[in-house]
């Protein structure tokens, strides 16, 4: 069982920057994808950066391309979301997920394909 524990969270005017971290217990594996989604309200969740330990190869939602950066500190067990010029539009619950195994890079952001979760952080961009 893998636990995820979100932190970073917090509120910004638009433009601004905020490091978002998630810290996983240990893995029983070094093959496994970790991702971060988001859901604002009233909306669905959306996957919006993953990656995957074999190859390195991570991927991101369109909408944060060259703004959002996802990193790993393998040594800590800990992901990060470095998210720059952020917009109103950015406001949402942000979660950590992560879980076993190969899938295609085009299910990097399906939730469907992450076993574990973390509670979240809340993201607030104002204008």
């Known amino acids: 069982q893998v636990q995820l524990v979100e932190s970073g969270g917090g509120s910004v005017q638009a433009g601004g920057s905020l490091r978002l971290s998630c810290a996983a217990s240990e893995f029983t594996s070094t093959d496994y994808r970790m991702a971060w989604f988001r859901q604002a309200p009233g909306k669905e969740r959306e996957g919006v950066a993953a990656?995957?330990?074999?190859?390195?190869?991570?991927v991101y939602t369109n909408s944060v391309k060259g703004r959002f950066t996802l990193s790993q500190d393998n040594a800590k067990n800990t992901m990060y979301l470095q998210m720059n010029s952020l917009k109103p539009e950015d406001t949402a619950m942000y979660y950590c997920a992560a879980g076993y195994g190969y899938t295609s890079y085009r299910r990097y952001l399906r939730q469907e394909d992450y076993n574990y979760w973390g509670q979240g952080t809340q993201v607030t961009v104002s204008s």
């Open positions: 990656t995957y330990t074999i190859g390195g190869s991570t």
